[in-house]
């Protein structure tokens, strides 16, 4: 046998080697996919239903009394805001027509319009919260003796209202391990006010909130609020507003008082 045959068989078994490692190779990449699939649809199912209730598994405890802190914004917050003042506000033409033309006086019988869920959370005042039933959370307002109920369960909407529906749930914070906080998604508002001094919010406005609280070394508790407010009727885009609230030792302060429309300075 010559050289020239000698290369050609040993070729030959090169080839029948390579195909056999190929094929061996196919046959795991095939058996890994059905394992990755079976793997896939196994911890693609959800997780069995937690069998406790939402007050039971609650990440935080928001309970208690709250006052307030106004640390931004103070003229627009504490004071009336003047007639026209619609600043930080990214309303639409129309919004601005209807800002410009509100008078105190077009309230008279409906002075809870700058107390519903969009607006009330940012006026200065107090909360009370508590847990109505295992799964709804209800937060009391002095300012306008207001209440909010934020649902953990299916609770379906009744009609529109002042403070609308509001769906709660406990998420995880990305990137931060056991770390969770309050979300909460609010429609069905009847159309209010973002403000005393007549700029509006529509039927359609959904607000979108995050609840946090935490606790200074000289032991302040703080619960942070970040709301979002979406209205495509008379927002050319969201809005961001936070507000802060620091919890009071007891309910020396708490004052529940009526809706009432305040006169531009």
């Not at 003042?85 to 008078?103: F, I, K, M, V």
């Not at 295992?134 to 300012?143: A, F, G, K, P, V």
């Amino acid at each position: 046998m010559d050289t020239v045959e000698r290369s050609r068989i040993a070729a030959i078994g090169s080839r029948k080697r390579i195909m056999h490692v190929a094929r061996g190779l196919l046959v795991a990449i095939v058996g890994l996919g059905a394992a990755g699939e079976a793997a896939a649809q196994f911890f693609d199912r959800p997780p069995p239903p937690d069998p406790r209730s939402s007050r039971e598994a609650a990440a935080q405890d928001l309970t208690g009394y709250w006052v307030s802190v106004v640390s931004e914004y103070w003229h627009l917050r504490m004071l009336m805001p003047p007639k026209g003042n619609y600043s930080l506000l990214p309303l639409t033409g129309e919004a601005r027509q209807l800002a410009d033309a509100w008078e105190p006086g077009d309230d008279a019988g409906n002075e809870c319009r700058s107390y519903g869920a969009a607006a009330v959370m940012r006026l200065p005042g107090r909360l009370h919260v508590q847990w109505a039933d295992d799964e709804t959370l209800r937060i009391d307002i002095d300012s306008g003796a207001q209440t909010r109920l934020l649902h953990f369960d299916e609770t379906e909407a009744g009609p529109p209202s002042r403070q609308g529906h509001s769906v709660a749930a406990w998420v995880s914070q990305s990137g931060v391990e056991d770390a969770r906080y309050l979300e909460v998604t609010t429609t069905n508002m009847l159309p209010g006010y973002l403000r005393k001094n007549g700029v509006p919010h529509s039927g359609d406005t959904v607000m979108e909130e995050h609840f946090d609280v935490f606790t200074e070394p000289n032991g302040d508790r703080w619960m942070v609020i970040t709301s979002i407010i979406t209205d495509p009727r008379y927002l050319t885009r969201p809005y961001a507003v936070t507000n802060h609230f620091r919890q009071a030792d007891d309910d020396s302060g708490w004052d529940p008082t009526p809706c009432r429309v305040d006169y531009p300075r």
